[in-house]
């Protein structure tokens, strides 16, 4: 038999192509790609909605999923800036690294931010120097603190009528607060019959529903009777304001757009100078708060019955602008600012 000889050239070149198969296949980490530690994994950052929105603060989020093998060193964060792309880098760009070599939810609270000022955002994932970026959101700073002085929790105001104002709502500590956002016709403040929610998403007063409140056949006027919350839980002290009160105050007051101590509300001032502050308070519905929209409060004065429903009239403001609004239903929590007599 034929020995082989491994000094023949074509033995000499099988071997060195099975030994550069065997080194290749070692120094890819078996990631199939040959490009490094890059194709061992994928990255999906997500930029998540804003909250807690200030004049100069804001929360962002986002979240970091890694898929594959995760790299052992990296970095996650957000970069915001006036540009519609911010992009590490770029002039006027500020980058906020939140985490590192971690997965999931994050967030963190920007500061020293510029009060009535559109900001773009967005989270990144950096390795090496490289960056990966989430979707861009927006958000637009409240106006600043107008350094409003307007009295605190506990005082009557004389706004120049026939009645001194509370400084808070009622049930509020504090003039940015809003208080209970009770039923009409609740002197207890816990009812919370809500109507109907119709398929298209709009609120419809359910017939007979003021028998939950106010009674089959509820008086004209509550203020400073037993179905007056603010006179109850006072003992007489206090009441609900009248729709002539509510009226006098509207139209006798300058009435402005403000934001005190970072809530957004009313300023209304008196031609004595005197000054009352009534927070964007939103409604209930039911168990849930609506923040957005119109904002309610009640008055004692009850207009009339439509479909069913008993349709008061109260002080709705929505995008800075007041008026009496004489279509509420007393379904809805609303705010009251109580006023007593002088």
């Known amino acids: ?5 491994f000094k023949c050239p074509v033995w000499m070149w ?27 994994y994928s990255v999906t950052i997500l930029t998540q909605p804003y909250s807690g929105l200030s004049s100069t603060t ?36 500020v980058k906020v690294q939140v985490g590192m070599s971690e997965t999931g939810d994050f967030k963190t609270t920007l500061e020293g931010l510029t009060p009535n ?28 603190d107008d350094g409003i002085d307007v009295p605190t929790a506990g005082e009557l105001v004389d706004m120049g009528g026939r009645v001194k104002w509370a400084s808070c709502n009622w049930d509020a500590s504090s003039p940015e ?8 016709g609740d002197p207890t403040g816990t009812v919370k019959y809500q109507g109907i929610i119709d398929t298209y998403d709009f609120y419809v007063p359910a017939p007979g529903c003021y028998e939950y409140y106010a009674g089959v056949n509820p008086p004209k006027e509550i203020s400073g009777t037993e179905l007056d919350i603010a006179y109850v839980k006072s003992q007489g002290r206090l009441r609900m304001p009248t729709r002539k009160e509510m009226d006098d105050l509207v ?22 100078g005197n000054k009352l502050f009534f927070p964007s308070c939103g409604r209930r519905i039911g168990s849930e708060v609506l923040t957005n929209g119109l904002s309610v409060y009640w008055t004692g004065t009850f207009e009339q019955y439509s479909y069913g429903s008993l349709l008061v009239y109260g ?7 007041p008026g009496p609004t004489d279509g509420m239903d007393c379904c809805l929590g609303g705010a009251i600012r109580p006023v007593a007599d002088k």
């Open 1 to 5: 038999m034929k020995k082989l000889c």
């Open 14 to 40: 099988i071997l060195g192509m099975m030994f550069f198969v065997s080194c290749s296949d070692d120094d890819n980490g078996g990631t199939g790609g040959g490009n490094g530690d890059k194709d061992a």
């Open 58 to 93: 804001v929360e962002v989020s986002g979240t970091c999923t890694i898929t594959g093998k995760v790299p052992e060193v990296y970095a996650f964060g957000f970069v915001y800036g006036t540009s519609k792309s911010p992009e590490a880098g770029n002039e006027g760009v």
């Open 117 to 144: 000022t559109t900001y773009y955002y967005r989270a990144y994932f950096e390795k090496d120097g490289a960056y990966e970026y989430g979707n861009t959101k927006t958000f637009t700073m409240k106006p600043a």
């Open 177 to 184: 607060q809003t208080g209970v956002l009770c039923g009409w």
């Open 251 to 272: 139209e006798d007051c300058l009435v402005k757009t403000v934001l005190y101590n970072n809530v957004e509300g009313l300023l209304f001032i008196a031609p004595n």
């Open 315 to 321: 002080l709705g403001f929505q995008g800075g602008d």
